[in-house]
């Protein structure tokens, strides 16, 4: 009767202990099923922004043949989803550079103008394109 007792015990043991891993293991594959789809949407999100301030770029850049300066502030969010974000224009080699820190998403835009382009940088919050006497660049609203 005491062998009874003890085998089932065991099985008991056993059984909780497959299914805690069969458990972990679908917590794992479901976080990082869940961290790939988030990064995505935040590097879908920085695509569609970078091609908006660079259609702003080209915009500012047609302006310039007519007026002296230009300023404009695109209309883009504050956020991409939900993580906020940097944006540099990289002068030598012609293209916007969209990056978050967590997580660490980075993606490049090309950026076409007749202008010269300017080093310069700003936070997704206070996104502004100004053509002045030194070219075309990104900066913080006015």
């Known amino acids: 009767m005491r062998e009874r ?3 089932s015990t ?3 043991v056993l ?3 497959v299914a ?3 458990i972990t293991g679908l917590i794992t594959g479901v976080g990082t099923f869940v961290e790939g789809r988030q990064e995505q949407a935040v590097r879908d999100q920085l695509t569609v922004v970078g091609e908006r301030v660079a259609s702003q770029l080209t915009a500012a850049d047609a302006l310039a043949t007519r007026e002296g300066t230009v300023y404009v502030e ?3 969010p504050e ?3 939900g993580m906020n974000y940097r944006i540099r ?3 030598s080699n012609e293209q916007l550079i969209l990056s978050t820190a967590d997580p660490a998403v980075t993606v490049r835009v090309p950026v076409s103008t007749t202008r010269p382009l300017v080093d310069s940088a700003t936070q997704g919050t206070d996104v502004a394109v100004r053509y002045d006497e030194n070219g075309l660049s990104v900066g ?3």
Do not use: C, F, N
């Open 20 to 22: 805690t891993l069969l």
């Open 5 to 7: 007792a003890q085998s």
């Open 10 to 12: 065991i099985g008991y």
């Open 140 to 142: 913080e609203k006015r």
């Open 89 to 91: 224009l990289d002068a």
């Open 74 to 76: 695109p209309a883009v």
């Open 15 to 17: 059984a909780i202990g």
């Open 79 to 81: 956020r991409a989803v």
